[in-house]
C-alpha cells in the first residue's frame, strides 16, 4: 500500500500518513452528511486532494487503482493467524467489523488467508455509516444477538477504541507503531504491542 500511494503521488511515501488521515475526516464527513461510499472510493477521492494540494495530478482511475487493488490484498501482520487461533481454541466468538465495504473484506481475508478464523464479518457498509459513530457499534451488538458490554473490540486505531468505549463496548488497544489512543477517551482494558499477547490476556479470563 505505501509502494502505491508513494508512486501515486509522485514518490512521495512519506505522504502516506496524510492520505489515510484524510481518508478518515472525510468518511466522517459522509456519515455527518447522511451519505455513505465505499471505503475505498473515499479512499480514492482523499488520494486525489493530497495530490492535488501536493501539486500532484492525479486522475480519477489513477487514484483509484492505486488504493483498491492493494487495500485488499494487504498481508496480515505476523503473529496475527496464531493469536486468533488460539482465541478460538479458548472458546471465543471472533467476528470482524470494518469500515471497508463486504466485498471488500471478503477479498482481503481470502487474500490474506483469515477467512476461517471468523464466524462472522459485519461490514458498515449495511447501515450506511462508518465507524466511530456509536449508531454503528450499537448496530453490531445487535446484529450479533448481544449487549454492547458484551462485546469487546481489538483494534490498532485510536478512534475505533474510543467510539467502541462511549458505545459502551470493552476494548483492547493493539499499539503497532505510529498507533496512539486519543487522550480525551477511557483506556481500554488491554493495551499491548501485538494480538498474540492480547490473545493471551483474553485468554487468561476465560
Given amino acids: 500500500m505505501k509502494k502505491s500511494v508513494g508512486k501515486a503521488l509522485g514518490n512521495r511515501s512519506d505522504l502516506l500518513p496524510l492520505w489515510f488521515t484524510t481518508m478518515l475526516q472525510y468518511s466522517l464527513v459522509s456519515t455527518v452528511g447522511r451519505q455513505y461510499n465505499d471505503f475505498g472510493i473515499i479512499g480514492a477521492a482523499a488520494l486525489q486532494m493530497v495530490a492535488l494540494n501536493n501539486g500532484i495530478t492525479l486522475t480519477e482511475n489513477e487514484a483509484k487503482e492505486a488504493i ?29 467489523f470494518t469500515n471497508s465495504s463486504n466485498k471488500g473484506v471478503e477479498t482481503q481475508f481470502k487474500n490474506s488467508g483469515l477467512t476461517d478464523f471468523f464466524d462472522e464479518r459485519l461490514s458498515v457498509e449495511d447501515i450506511g455509516k462508518f465507524k466511530p459513530h456509536a449508531d454503528a457499534y450499537d448496530w453490531a451488538a445487535r446484529k450479533m444477538g448481544v449487549k454492547p458490554n458484551e462485546c469487546l473490540l481489538v483494534a490498532a486505531h485510536g478512534w475505533d477504541i474510543s467510539g467502541a468505549i462511549w458505545a459502551n463496548w470493552r476494548t483492547a488497544f493493539i499499539s503497532r507503531p505510529g498507533a496512539q489512543l486519543y487522550p480525551l477517551s477511557e483506556k481500554p482494558e488491554i493495551n499491548e504491542i501485538n494480538l498474540k499477547l492480547v490473545a493471551n490476556k483474553l485468554i487468561a479470563l476465560k
Avoid: F, M, Q, T
Fill in 68 to 96: 483498491l487493488g492493494p487495500i485488499r490484498s494487504l498481508p496480515a501482520h505476523p503473529e496475527v493467524k496464531e493469536a486468533l487461533k488460539s482465541l478460538k481454541d479458548a472458546g471465543y466468538k471472533l467476528v470482524s
